[in-house]
DNA sequence: ATTTTATTGTGATTTTAATAACATTATAAA
DNA sequence: TTTATAATGTTATTAAAATCACAATAAAAT
């Protein structure tokens, strides 16, 4: 499956919970095509993809969707997550409820810096030295690294090892994921890295300001 | 020019610049393909397409490479911009040092909270009265929106009306630019929103751990 | 000076994602 | 019961971005 349609599952699915906190039902794909910014068909196709189907003409049930859409989203599991990095955006992150209201729960902290450690809060910061027992034995898969540059990559060498997953990474270094070694470079990805950088993200934004304001091309 | 071509050309950067400090002077279309995980082929047409061209056999100049792509994302004027919410995510970027080393100056904080004003720190957090009279008059064309969902709208529209043209948006709503509205809806973007939503990223990352656990296909 | 080599620059091809178009069919209306 | 309608589901088309492939050529080697 392709990466573009699973983000559009997790929009869906934010709005459909919107519409069905409205008091509604049913919903066309039209409806929802608008408020994506995509054709219906794409919406359609979506859906057809995922084996869900609609109703001639009264469209698709919400709570269907949104069932469905939870299925593959895995959402019936618990979310729990670490934050490797506890400085200003690690703890940030932390305390962000925006996680919490869609069921991620973020188990601890990590930080090299011992003052840094803190077993009282609501969320506990561990040393780093803990970190891979604590992955292993609450059986982890996804993390946020939250680090200096300098020590992204050994932070994410020592979590993959350990059996995470999936990284969210807001170290200013673009991580790639490691292939499977054993079948020497034709393996499928072990594991999957959403970097985001927060200066390019602005730096493109400049970009687009720019345009605008010069070459009326 | 498309979006993905930018933010190449902000990887581009920050890796030869990592090359310089190395001492490096010159660079093929190979090494920045490898590093970035395209084709070099890609890289010669982005290159070309900037109109910077290469030797025939001595590759790229770095610094006439790092010149160029500076000049296109419009890093020779200051990149100042502005933090609408300082709760934990917005006061976490105000904070943030990465976007300094890269030239981004946050140029104030606004919040509608009277606890979180201050004009004691190093970065002032103003009332949200003050934040059209701040944009005009400092001429600020790029902010980050870290409000809460139901006040993100609102916020949005106030800024826009300001002059703000690129949006950060770590909200929990998708924000979707308005069209230039004297051209009926022909008219292109009047600006450029950027929507990080943190939930939809983890909510992605556990959909692709579940698969790697699930079915073997 | 000539030949070889390594790299650029670009046209052709492939791949991928999204749109457009339409045949199908469940519901509603007559 | 028949007809009309409004939505789905899917196939064909278009658009866009990346890769492939190779001719052109500057530098290095002989």
Redesign the interface.
């Known amino acids: 499956?392709n990466?573009e349609i699973?983000?559009r599952?997790?929009?869906y699915k934010?709005l459909l919970q919107k519409l069905k906190a409205l008091g509604l039902e049913k919903v066309f794909s039209n409806n929802l095509g608008d408020a994506?910014?995509v054709t219906p068909a794409l919406v359609r196709k979506d859906f057809s993809f995922l084996k869900i189907s609609g109703n001639k003409r009264g469209g698709y049930s919400i709570d269907e969707l949104i069932q469905e859409i939870d299925d593959?989203?895995?959402?019936h599991?618990p979310?729990d997550?670490i934050v490797v990095g506890c400085g200003?955006?690690g703890?940030?992150?932390m305390?962000?409820n925006?996680?919490s209201?869609?069921g991620?729960t973020v188990a601890a902290g990590f930080d090299i810096r011992p003052e840094k450690v803190s077993y009282t809060g609501e969320i506990p910061v561990f040393p780093m030295e803990n970190i891979e027992k604590f992955i292993r034995e609450k059986n982890i898969?996804?993390a946020?690294i939250a680090v200096p540059e300098n020590a992204a990559t050994d932070v994410y060498e020592i979590m993959s090892n350990a059996g995470i997953?999936?990284?969210?990474n807001f170290s200013?270094v673009?991580l790639?994921c490691s292939k499977s070694p054993d079948k020497d470079g034709a393996g499928k990805p072990e594991c999957?890295v959403?970097n985001?950088?927060?200066?390019?993200?602005?730096?493109?934004?400049?970009?687009?300001?720019?345009?605008?304001n010069g070459e009326t091309e």
Do not use: C, P, W
């Open positions: 499956m990466k699973v983000l599952l997790s929009k934010r994506l910014g593959i989203l895995g959402k599991h979310l997550i200003k955006i703890s940030a992150l305390q962000y925006g996680l209201r869609d991620i898969k996804v946020v997953r999936g990284f969210l200013t673009d790639k999957m959403n985001i950088n927060l200066a390019v993200e602005i730096e493109n934004l400049f970009y687009y300001v720019n345009q605008r």
